[in-house]
């Protein structure tokens, strides 16, 4: 079981309010995402959770008990720092096997968790190694596995891979999904990277300025953003904001359109515009165009469509997949 | 061209460093050399260097005239002692500033290190008399309390430093897995700091080994160390430089040869933080 909700919880340094107050529930064997901007206080909430910073207000329940002020050891979670953080004097088993040694079991069944885990995670080979002689990926993976042989209630990771190369991270987020089908249990997984929050998540908590801004599903944080700051956070490459004249004439303060939501012709279409920088990613292809009286607006389209710089095309936006904002940001 | 001057460069700087070591070197040299000669070409004019009739004379006067191994004995105690208290006492104390300080912890540092400026004859009637009264006056355990307090500021600071350079993230996955305070500081912090607590170890013992002040006015002969050893040959008899080589030389050897074999860390833990 690992069920874990956060009532009213607060934090402040001195008189600079961190985050002003969270109710949240993330049910057992849930995986979610806290995602935003740096300084959006997502690795602060962890922390809270996790119990090495200490709430300024509120309550922390894990599994129907109040954990507000246990020690960190006492929470049953096990956290993943983004610096690995492993003990560099021990090898890779005595890095797995620290909390096991820390709980004090007997070495037999220290042993047989430390294989299970080096088994699962491919470090079977490393186990007599220093952290300094492996890789970053497998640093990495023993600091999985470190966190895995305690059977947590809840895994924590705190942007685990942004010290990764890009082919690695890639590698990483499917072995990190793949666990939690494995295990089914509850993770809370801190990033900024939305690609990471959209890929792995079964809901995600969209964070700005220490508070919430959305709760949901990757899909419905797609389709359907509740304010302009999670339409603008969620989708690669953003959602195109448009102010003025065109969102006026949908009755709308900010108009929002996916860049795969717009059709691009070079003979036809709603706007008119010039074709600036193209990005070829070979499946795609993203054109940025200058369009007048509506500003500049990023379209995605297949990979074989070709312009050139200076080209006049024409966008029609799909009138059933625009979204619109009211004053306050908020969708109407 | 360029080569050519850096060459040039390189060689009058290596000309200039060794100059300088000798320099520093030299009186330690003049005072071995001078252990070996008798009474009379100690004090010849022009001095002689390395010509003249070598003997052990002084050294077997020396040994015969006073305990040298007791003093040596005395001198280990006092500083090995005082320098495990002090680590006993340090190691929390910079664990708590280094990941967990307050607003006053940088001030706290200042002020203990503010404790080593003060001349240590401003309070040498006070702790004489405290001393006296206590019954502490020329006994090692006395002598070892009085260094440990001089140098705990100095031992504080270095194993500060030290810890700062320990990510804090380590300690708070240690704590993730359970480990209490005492096992967190045993099993992780300390091995890891290990390279540091040694050349603080290092350091602290020679400057305990040659501390004179405390140790010259506390004690008398119980528990009199080297640096007594040696000051008995000053003055007092006359001027009798080769003897009072001689126990010079017997003095600093031990604490040499330490310093020889440890000197790799002895350096590392002196630039420590000048480089990262």
Same mark, same amino acid.
């Given at each position: 079981m690992g069920s874990i909700t956060l009532q009213k919880v607060s934090k402040s340094f001195g008189t600079t309010s961190v985050i002003p107050e969270i109710d949240l529930e993330i049910d057992d064997g849930e995986f979610v995402v806290f995602v935003?901007?740096?300084?959006?206080g997502k690795s602060t909430l962890l922390r809270m959770i996790a119990g090495l910073e200490d709430l300024s207000g509120g309550r922390i329940v894990i599994d129907g008990k109040?954990?507000?002020?246990?020690a960190p050891a006492k929470r049953g979670l096990s956290m993943v720092f983004q610096s690995y953080?492993?003990?560099?004097?021990?090898?890779v088993y005595g890095n797995i096997a620290f909390p096991l040694k820390m709980d004090g079991q007997d070495k037999g069944a220290i042993d047989k968790k430390v294989k299970d885990a080096a088994h699962i995670l491919n470090l079977t080979n490393y186990?007599?190694?220093?952290?300094?002689?492996?890789s970053g990926g497998q640093r990495q993976r023993v600091a999985i596995g470190r966190a895995i042989v305690r059977q947590p209630k809840a895994f924590l990771f705190d942007e685990?891979?942004?010290?990764?190369d890009a082919a690695l991270r890639g590698n990483m987020r499917l072995e990190i999904s793949d666990l939690h089908h494995q295990l089914k249990t509850t993770m809370i997984y801190v990033t900024h990277d939305q690609v990471e929050a959209m890929t792995m998540a079964d809901k995600i908590v969209v964070l700005n300025a220490g508070r919430i801004e959305q709760v949901g599903s990757p899909l419905d944080l797609y389709r359907s953003p509740r304010n302009v700051f999670v339409a603008g956070f969620i989708g690669s490459p953003r959602m195109n904001l448009i102010e003025g004249l065109e969102a006026a004439k949908q009755n709308a303060v900010t108009l929002g359109v996916r860049p795969e939501h717009i059709r691009i012709s070079?003979?036809?279409?709603t706007w008119k515009g010039t074709v600036g920088v193209t990005e070829h990613l070979g499946s795609d292809t993203f054109i940025h165009v200058q369009v007048d009286g509506v500003g500049k607006i990023t379209v995605r389209t297949d990979g074989d469509f070709s312009t050139e710089f200076g080209q006049q095309v024409y966008l029609t936006p799909e009138p059933a997949r625009l979204h619109r904002f009211d004053a306050n940001g908020q969708a109407i | 061209m360029a080569r050519t001057i850096t060459t040039r460069r390189k060689m009058t700087f290596t000309i200039l460093g060794w100059a300088i070591g000798f320099l520093i070197f030299f009186p330690i040299l003049w005072t071995f050399l001078t252990s070996f000669k008798t009474e009379g070409t100690a004090v010849a004019t022009p001095p002689q260097f390395l010509f003249f009739d070598w003997t052990l004379e002084n050294y077997r006067e020396v040994q015969s005239r006073s305990d040298y191994m007791k003093h040596v004995t005395n001198s280990i105690v006092i500083s090995v002692g005082s320098t495990l208290i002090g680590l006993a006492l340090a190691i929390p104390a910079a664990w708590a500033m280094a990941?967990? $300080?307050?607003?006053r912890t940088k001030d706290v540092l200042m002020w203990m290190l503010s404790?080593?400026?003060?001349?240590p004859v401003g309070v040498l009637v006070p702790l004489y008399l405290i001393f006296r009264d206590w019954g502490l006056l020329d006994t090692r355990i006395g002598l070892v309390g009085v260094l440990t307090m001089i140098n705990l500021p100095i031992i504080v600071w270095m194993l500060y430093t030290y810890f700062k350079e320990i990510p804090g993230e380590i300690l708070e996955a240690a704590r993730m897995d359970g480990a209490s305070l005492m096992k967190e500081i045993v099993y992780v912090l300390t091995p890891m700091a290990v390279p540091g607590i040694a050349s603080t170890m290092l350091l602290n013992i020679i400057l305990a080994w040659n501390e004179a002040f405390w140790t010259l006015n506390l004690?008398?002969?119980?528990?009199? $160390?080297l640096t007594a050893f040696i000051a008995s040959y000053s003055s007092p008899e006359g001027l009798f430089w080769a003897k009072l080589s001689a126990a010079s030389t017997m003095a600093i050897a031990p604490i040499l040869i330490m310093g020889w074999f440890s000197q790799k860390q002895l350096v590392r833990g002196l630039t420590f933080g000048a480089v990262k």
């Open positions: 935003g901007p740096s300084g959006c109040d954990m507000s002020n246990e953080a492993l003990y560099p004097h021990m090898s186990l007599d190694r220093r952290p300094g002689q492996l685990p891979l942004s010290n990764l070079k003979t036809e279409g | 990941f967990s $300080p307050t607003k404790t080593k400026m003060m001349p004690s008398a002969s119980n528990a009199a $160390p």
